[in-house]
């Protein structure tokens, strides 16, 4: 008897977040199919029935966690100062040392840019699209958007690899100094 739509989409949901998840702690190489589905609580053979490649699943994982997006997305204001301080609320959880430390369970920006690099072309779309849509949300609520592209490239630039560095580096009080004056010099950017 064939599996209903609704049992397979909820299967697939069940694969992109456990993918999500070891994507981000393991790396794209650093983990397999076997894994991804062991960790969704399913078969090896099933997966080809949801997606063709693990660089579809790794899209698709860049989709539906797109979290940073879907967050800055959300904010409500609908004057300039409202909008901008929703995103440096948004801004000041991103860059807290505690998001630093959750490497699994955060933004995949920062966790799967090296990885992105090298995967196939449609991982690489994705992690651009995303980064396209956080750039216009970091864009809204400035005065004369259009003029400020490169000041919402640099905050983004400033906010992905500060967190990357501090979850690189085995000094805490480095890793905050670093979110904290990134988070400084985002603040002057977004204006």
């Known amino acids: 008897m064939p599996l209903s739509k609704a049992h397979k989409a909820e299967t ?41 490649s693990k660089a579809a699943l790794l899209a698709e994982v860049m989709v ?6 879907q967050r800055l997305a959300r904010r409500r204001g609908t004057t300039r100062a409202e909008l901008n301080a929703e995103l440096s609320g948004f801004l000041d959880f991103y860059l807290d040392p505690a998001n630093a430390t959750d490497i ?4 995949f920006l920062a966790s799967l840019s090296n990885d992105t690099a090298r995967a196939p072309k ?5 992690y651009r699209q ?7 949300e970091f864009k809204r609520g400035l005065v004369n958007s259009e003029a400020r592209d ?14 990357t560095i501090a979850r690189a580096v085995d000094d805490t009080t480095l890793a905050a100094d670093i979110l904290t004056a990134s988070r400084k010099a985002i603040g002057e950017r977004l204006k």
């Open 104 to 107: 699994g369970g955060r933004c």
């Open 150 to 163: 490169a000041d919402a490239i640099e905050a983004l630039a400033l906010a992905i690899g500060a967190i």
């Open 12 to 52: 697939r949901a069940r694969i992109v977040a456990a993918a999500g998840k070891l994507f981000r702690r393991h790396g794209f190489d650093g983990i397999g199919i076997e894994k991804i589905m062991a960790a969704a609580g399913l078969t090896h053979g099933g997966f080809y029935a949801h997606f063709p």
């Open 64 to 69: 539906e966690e797109a979290e940073i997006t």
């Open 130 to 136: 995303t980064i396209t849509d956080v750039l216009h």
């Open 122 to 126: 449609i991982a690489r779309q994705k």
